[in-house]
């Protein structure tokens, strides 16, 4: 047997000792580890540089609003209603036809753009597209983009029986210098 030229060292024996200062080490890590968590991740910015959503804009309800329609003993009906930012100031408006619920005839329409005040109080009348007095009926209506289309049905002359329109019109609107502008799409025609 051959004797190693170097004496045997202290510290390369393990001994019961060496094994409780390293599991005390560990431990010592471990613990130390777990009180030194960073804090909970989000993906919210600061509030500095954030800007707050807009709250949704609810359209002016046509049920809630008051127009300019004496209708007497019968009730006023909303036949038809459309949504749209028709004025570009992100708020939507809300465009009705509505007439008086008669029990015979074609009763004429009226179509009414409403708008919704800043305050939350009941929508209001700003323009009046299609007055009843004009004796027009809307028969195809809508919202594209920021203009109101409607097909009109209508009367040659007084003496044509409210009952049946002889004249057919295409009309549009859009909110053009602080009004609506009407464009007629084709000339008047007969039903």
Do not use: N
């Amino acid at each position: 047997m051959q004797h190693p030229a170097v004496p045997e060292l202290a510290h390369t024996t393990t001994r019961p000792i060496h094994w409780v200062a390293t599991a005390a080490a560990v431990s010592g890590v471990v613990a130390l580890t777990s009180l030194l968590q960073p804090g909970s991740a989000t993906a919210a910015q600061p509030q500095a540089r954030t800007k707050a959503a807009p709250a949704a804009v609810v359209p002016p309800d046509p049920a809630k609003a008051r127009f300019p329609l004496d209708c007497g003993p019968t009730r006023l009906l909303v036949e038809k209603k459309a949504t749209g930012d028709l004025d570009g100031d992100g708020r939507p408006e809300t465009v009705a036809v509505v007439h008086c619920d008669a029990s015979m005839g074609t009763p004429p329409d009226g179509v009414y753009v409403l708008t919704q005040g800043a305050d939350r109080t009941e929508p209001r009348v700003v323009a009046t597209l299609v007055d009843p007095k004009d004796r027009l009926t809307v028969t195809g209506f809508a919202v594209h983009g920021a203009a109101v289309a409607a097909t009109l049905l209508g009367y040659s002359s007084p003496d044509v029986p409210s009952c049946c329109p002889d004249v057919k019109d295409s009309a549009e609107w859009q909110w053009k210098g602080g009004a609506f502008i009407r464009s007629t799409a084709s000339a008047p025609r007969s039903v």
